[in-house]
């Protein structure tokens, strides 16, 4: 008996780990892989016009005054910091491996992974691009993280896309999440807003690779996603 079978027929396994998603991962469906690639082809003329046309202009149409008006914003920041996420993941861990819940360990490592794998992703593009921040007026401190695309963001996609996919009720809160995260860049003037378009983009697809990946390389743990 394989161990998808087992898990399948342990009526001691509990309800609500079979509410997350059953289904085969986005990226392992043809029309999947269409439509994430379809995105990105799409996103790429959007992000060129705001780039050369509304970034700069869109920051600059602010007073230092105005920008104090979203301090409500800046503990928000916090949500878009992989630190925490990670700690948090590293805890739900222990928890599920102390009580026997593989289920909730595999979670746990899918949200470590998959926030390891935007950070990856989203350094490497960032020094090829090395965009300076708008905060910066043209100097680039030295040994100083670029703009583009953000990294926050991108933590929070990762994390949103691994939160819809255990807890599919949660898109709303998932995306308030995002857009919130995506206005603290903005508005603290760490970003642009093609960093936090494309970081959100980069994140939640790093999460759908990382399932996926999963899903075809180690079927029998995948079952503890399910």
């Not at 100097?139 to 953000?150: R, T």
């Not at 759908?208 to 180690?218: D, R, T």
Request: aromatic share 12%; charged share 15%.
């Amino acid at each position: 008996m394989s161990s998808i079978e087992t898990y399948v027929r342990n009526e001691s396994r509990p309800e609500f780990a079979g509410q997350s998603l059953c289904l085969k991962p986005l990226l392992a469906k043809p029309w999947g892989r269409a439509l994430i690639s379809g995105i990105f082809v799409g996103m790429i003329p959007l992000v060129t016009v705001t780039w050369f046309f509304f970034d700069k202009q869109f920051i600059n149409q602010f007073s230092k005054e105005e920008l104090e008006q979203w301090v409500f914003l800046r503990s928000l920041g916090l949500l878009g910091d992989a630190l925490p996420w990670i700690c948090l993941a590293a805890a739900i861990l222990l928890i599920g491996i102390f009580g026997k819940r593989r289920d909730i360990a595999t979670w746990a490592v899918f949200l470590c992974i998959s926030i390891a794998a935007s950070g990856a992703v989203v350094n490497i593009v960032k020094f090829i691009f090395m965009r300076a921040r708008p905060n910066w007026q043209g100097v680039i401190p030295e040994g100083a993280s670029f703009s583009f695309p953000s990294g926050h963001a991108a933590t929070i996609g990762a994390v949103a896309i691994v939160c819809v996919l255990r807890w599919p009720k949660l898109l709303p809160v998932a995306l308030a999440g995002v857009v919130l995260v995506g206005l603290n860049r903005i508005m603290s003037q760490n970003h642009h807003i093609t960093d936090v378009i494309v970081g959100v983009a980069l994140g939640m697809t790093s999460a759908l690779v990382v399932q996926w990946c999963w899903w075809k390389y180690q079927p029998s743990t995948f079952a503890d996603m399910r």
